[in-house]
């Protein structure tokens, strides 16, 4: 997660490991490595073509011995921010020069990238913290190259959203990684609707949001309106630092603190699932519509007062009770 809409995968700086990095191990894996390899096999070149690296989200030491072996082995490095990819690549005894890529310009610079790539040059990829793609630049590129047969591939590494899910307390799986919300109010209000209006059709999933530290408290207030004050959620921040912090409340509550106590740093929220009264589907829907359908409403007002009652798409209750109408 970089700094896409003010936020990123990881906070404002990158904090030094306190053990580092031993030199002797920066070449120890190749990125041309088979999948299971490990990294004491016998180094090689990087091959040519795009190949996505994680970097650190807040702990320079959580950058692996592989990433900084493609880093080194590229050609160029495409990132979001020299001022922020240039003093971490340093860290690390990188010199390979930098491409600034990011929302402003990946449009217009996927046509001469892909030129490159088809001539066999080595690039790759970094967000200015985290996983590339995820809410950072560089899907344009990567599907291009993709439909272009251009090699891919991908360093694992560090990801704010999965650190925050581990932490959270909140079920694991499944999960919907929503990405930021709109920054204009009523946007975010037909957002977190929207969002409502699938847990009403049965979405039963954990939720995972980016989030800015200055619009976190009205995230918050608006989430809890949508969702519910007492839906629990863990606000997760400093991820890898040294003043990382996950508290865990409802949303509610999680709203009045931050309303109060102004957070540092890049925020991950985690919201737990629905609860499962929230969302009549299924043998549900039929009794309501059934029970409607008994008083000798038509299926088109059945489903209208069905809709009314539930918050369902009335489009979606109407098909149902189509379905059950022809089986009467």
Known sequence: MGNSQGAGDGDEGVAASPAGLPPDETHDASPGLSPGEGSGATPGATPPGLVLVATPIGNLGDLSPRAVAALKGADAILCEDTRVTGPMLARQGVGTSLIPLHDHNEASMVPRLLERLRGGTRLALVSDAGTP??????????????????????????????????????????????????????????????????????????????????????????????????????????????FEEVRRAGLGELAAHYAVHAPRGEIVLVIGPAPEEAAPAGADLDAQLRAALATGASLRDAAAMVAAATGLPRRQVYNRALQLGSTR
């Open 133 to 242: 793609l995820v809410s950072d630049p560089g899907f344009r590129l990567t599907r291009a190259a993709i439909d272009s047969g251009l090699p891919v591939t991908a360093i694992p590494g560090p990801n704010a959203a999965l650190v925050a899910l581990t932490l959270s307390g909140l079920p694991p799986h499944p999960f919907l990684f929503h990405g930021f919300l709109p920054a204009k109010a009523a946007a975010r209000t037909v957002e977190i609707g929207r969002i409502a209006g699938l847990e009403r059709s049965g979405l039963r999933a954990t939720l995972i949001l980016y989030e800015s530290p200055h619009r976190l408290a009205e995230s918050l207030a608006a989430l809890a309106e949508g969702l519910g004050p007492d839906r629990p959620a863990a606000v997760a921040r400093e991820l890898t630092k040294r």
